[in-house]
């Protein structure tokens, strides 16, 4: 039953929120000018809900007190429904397994070693395609394993930030852009492969994200994800960098954390951080789909 005994579609939002205390706020200056309202948790957000027919006026009134009390000002959270990002997150876990299963079992009768993982001196001499299909190319089972473990755990918080298809080819292109420092960092005869110079371009871009936001948005208090996903990922950065045997190449793993650092400041900085509408998602998505298309393409051309 509303306050009123009204129906509901003769309620609208005026303000919404991630969390309840903004809208709590934001409900004392309704109150104080004596306008009905009432705040409601949906799937989607808290809301302040008004009689439509004060709806003007409510926001007139709202809008006022945020120009009078700037330092109060909190722009709010998205609300992340907690499926954000699961796609991201199945598709790492989908497209690791293939292509292992391709590698050992050398479909088509190709060499996919020898024609993908990044050789330093060969992508410094044009071959830049190598530095986007050694992300696709293991060892053994127990790298690809451990790269689908913690790949697939940083590309969720990846995508609850800034939706599967965006962080899909951030992810692809920054850990590309790591590829290419660390390869022209190396003598010419460095070689290297596997996904976890992604799984640490997503760390960095996650926490680059998180921590710019945190900056702009002190006053509300965000979810479990934005509030310890930076700490997560430096106890697992250490981990997995001091733990690593004498294959591991810690240059590539810094060149992909600093390169999802840079990237995830960037978009930061251009305000698009937020994740946007579906097709701008899935153009996103199949745009890193097929960068990793064109880059095998090249690699056997």
Known sequence: ??????????????????????????????????????????PDACHLMVPEAAAARARDQLGLYRRENPQRLVEPWPAIAPSRGLALATAWIVALSLAYAVQVSALFGLDWLGAGELVAGRVRAGEWWRVVTALSLHADI???????????????????????????????????????????????????????????????????????????????????????????????????????????????HLAGFLAGVLGGTGLHALGGVRPGQPWRQA?????????????WWRAFL
């Open 142 to 252: 127990e790298h690809v394993i451990g790269n689908i473990v913690f790949g697939a755990f940083f590309a969720y918080l990846a995508g609850q930030h800034l939706g599967s298809g965006v962080a899909a080819l951030g992810t692809v292109a920054l850990a590309g852009l790591g590829n290419a420092a660390n390869a022209f960092l190396q003598v010419a005869q460095h070689r290297s492969i596997g996904a976890s110079t992604a799984v640490f371009a997503a760390l960095g871009l996650v926490a680059a994200v998180v921590l710019g936001s945190s900056r702009r948005q002190r006053q509300q208090r965000p979810g479990w994800a934005r509030r310890w996903s930076p700490a997560v990922g430096a106890v697992a950065l250490l981990a997995y960098t001091g733990t690593g045997d004498e294959h591991t190449d810690v240059f590539a």
């Open 1 to 42: 039953m509303l306050p009123d005994g009204s129906r509901p579609e003769d309620w609208v939002s005026v303000f919404s929120s991630a969390t309840r205390r903004p809208c709590e706020e934001q409900a004392l200056v309704l109150k104080a000018m004596d306008i009905a309202h009432f705040v409601t948790e949906q």
């Open 283 to 295: 153009g996103c998505g199949l745009a890193a789909a097929a960068l990793l298309a064109l880059a």
